[in-house]
């Protein structure tokens, strides 16, 4: 029998198309399958949550965090960020050391986050594989994987060479960071002409991880997430992207409003932030919230980060409140949040925008979300309620045990 939710009454916000008062969300075994009006009919035994009073959005997606390898609270022992014993971690993925107990992840729900790219961290020139993961819903971090095949993370700029230069190692300079990344992508090209040669005579091949990872960026399966902020790092990144013709995004941009036309014209993305950071190192003397204004003006499809835990992933939304103060447009703001992230990332086949076929993740609000007084009422993941309100009328996460017939984990 499906597994149907309508959820009606409420202003829709589809973010792709324009908001529909008093509008109706249907979702079917995870799947949008209606958003319209009221005329829009619910079918025969579904949930039906009403709305009315309340917006309801797409979940947002954070587009950078290193949500479960970095763990709040948890200092050294739940930090899994960064494997610098290496500058090339291509092999490496985020995945492997993702906890979905950290306390993140609760505060995902309750900033309205359905969706988080999880990255390696930057202290190497290159970090290793991201993974998209729904913020909640499975037993296992497997069950909750979106995209296992996202991109791959690489640093410039400060980070690395400081990391490998106070070992006294190869890289210390900007210039050994970016010989880093050539010789690596030389060695994977290199591999694959031998790889490509043995499969056309069936003969075996010995196989290397990091290559294959590295591969599979030069043919366009993975993106390459840059982690840069400098102008100039930004134009290294393009300059090596170029050389080697895979698919760049750029992710924090600190300074990327000052090469916006270049960007634009050559139609990379920018993932900005974090935002509520201090200037607490040399290339982020110039940050500042109003960049970001600057180089969406320019034609830059832009995604906002918390880079939890840099800043709480719960505060995502808030940064996007402090974005429109300082000049961008709001729809533009609820985009970068929900379509933009989703699109850059390859995942806007499932997830960013009430549509059918896209995945049955929304967001109950107590308000425009973009209004610092708003709240979160309700989150559904693939059409399960994942947060709700509880005996006392207050939102609580619909915990884990839950599955197993059980009231907390406890005896």
Known sequence: MARILAVT??????????????????VTD????????????????????????????PGFVEAHGHLGVHEDGEGWSGNDTNEMTDPNGARFRAIDGIDIEEVGFRDA??????TVVVKPGSGNPIGGRTVAVKTWGGRTVDEQVLAADVSVKSAL?????????????????????????????????????????AEAKEEPFE??????????????????????????????????????????????????HKIADVLAEKDI??????????RS??????????????????????????????VPIDQLRLQAILAVRDGLPASTALEALTVNPADILRLGDRVGALEPGRDGDLVVWSDDPLAVVARVERVFIEGRAVYE???????????????????????
């Open 9 to 26: 009454g409420g202003l829709v916000v589809p973010v792709s198309s324009d908001p529909i008062p008093n509008g109706t969300v249907v």
């Open 389 to 411: 309100p509880g005996d006392d009328g207050e939102p609580r996460v619909v915990e884990r045990w839950s599955r197993f017939g059980r009231s907390s984990w406890m005896r």
């Open 109 to 114: 729900l309750r900033g309205g986050i359905t």
């Open 281 to 310: 190192k040399v290339e982020l003397r110039d940050r500042a919230i109003g960049n970001l204004a600057l180089i969406a003006e320019a034609g830059v499809k832009v995604a906002i980060t918390t880079d939890h835990p840099v």
């Open 30 to 57: 995870g799947v949008i399958t209606a958003v319209g009006g009221p005329e829009t009919p619910v079918p025969a035994g579904a949930e039906v949550v009403d709305a009315t009073g309340s917006r309801v959005t």
């Open 207 to 256: 196989r290397d991880l990091g290559k294959e990872t590295l591969a599979a960026v030069l043919s366009g399966e993975l993106l390459w997430d840059q982690h840069c902020h400098r102008h100039d790092d930004i134009v290294t990144a393009i300059r090596i992207a170029e050389e080697f013709g895979y698919t760049l995004v750029v992710n924090h941009g600190t300074e990327a």
């Open 157 to 197: 700029g400060e980070n690395p060479k400081r990391v490998w230069g106070d070992k006294g190692k190869t890289p210390a300079t900007r210039l050994g960071v970016a010989s880093v990344l050539r010789d690596a992508f030389v060695a994977a090209q290199n591999y694959a002409a031998k790889r490509a040669a």
């Open 269 to 278: 993305p920018v993932i900005f932030g974090p935002l509520l950071t201090s």
